[in-house]
């Protein structure tokens, strides 16, 4: 069954401490995307990356980073320096840039506090 | 900077009232246009987008949008709304930003049916 997993569901750590979310994608797409969303938002870009061992930056990089050693694994780091990082974050992929359908995971809630 | 509005953050209709959702953009050059939902328990999901052609586009389970270049909008449209039809709606304009296109999302619709 072909789709895109993130985990945990939920996530609780304490500020100052780095956090990775995982975001696994078994569809063969060249692209990912990792997105936050904050209640009364649009989905704001974070990074993302049409290739493997190559990503931009988005919208809101700061506090982020991101790796993609492998086509099916976008994981995204919450650093400490990340000023807000409670929030709800939604990885996606598509088979190529923006122009295509992004196929969405379930997401995680991750709470600092 | 570019910018998507969805004007309504809530809508409640009863089941068979008619559905309009308000999309409107700013960015002038081309656009790609999408409309988004997600389903209570469930992934957002591609409903319908526009990339060039007919500006009336169909999606899935009767929705339709219809692009107005000169109005910048791309307003989600059903004519007799479902119970199921409950659901969150997004919509996203591929637009350019610096050298590179990204999608830029609206803030969403809670669509509310009453049964």
């Known amino acids: 069954d072909g789709g895109i997993t993130q985990s945990p569901k939920y996530l609780f750590r304490k500020e100052g401490q780095n956090v990775t979310l995982s975001c696994e994608q078994n569809?063969?797409?060249?692209?990912m995307y990792w997105y936050r969303q904050d209640p009364g938002q649009g989905l704001r870009l974070i990074y993302y990356?049409?290739?493997?061992?190559?990503?931009q930056k988005g919208d809101i990089a700061e506090g982020y980073s991101v790796s993609r050693e492998k086509k099916e694994s976008f994981p995204l780091t919450v650093t400490s320096a990340q000023k807000n990082p409670t929030a709800f974050y939604l990885c996606?992929?598509?088979?190529?840039?923006?122009?295509?359908?992004?196929?969405f995971g379930p997401g995680t809630r991750l709470t600092v506090t | 900077a570019q910018s998507v509005s969805q004007h309504n953050h809530h809508v409640i209709l009863s089941e068979a009232a008619s559905l309009e959702l308000g999309c409107n953009y700013s960015?002038?050059?081309?656009?790609?246009l999408f409309w988004y939902v997600q389903y209570p328990g469930q992934h957002l999901q591609l409903l319908l987008k526009?990339?060039?052609?007919d500006p009336l586009v169909k999606g899935i389970k009767g929705f339709e949008a219809e692009f107005i270049k000169s109005k910048f909008s791309f307003n989600l449209r059903k004519p007799s709304v479902q119970w199921s039809d409950t659901a969150e709606y997004f919509c996203?304009?591929?637009?350019?930003?610096?050298?590179?296109?990204?999608?830029?999302w609206g803030a969403g619709t809670k669509l509310i049916i009453k049964p």
């Open positions: 990356s049409q290739i493997v061992n190559d990503f």
């Open positions: 996606a992929s598509s088979t190529g840039g923006f122009l295509y359908e992004q196929y």
């Open positions: 960015y002038g050059g081309t656009v790609n």
């Open positions: 569809l063969n797409h060249d692209a």
């Open positions: 996203a304009v591929n637009a350019r930003r610096d050298s590179n296109y990204q999608l830029i």
């Open positions: 526009y990339f060039s052609g």
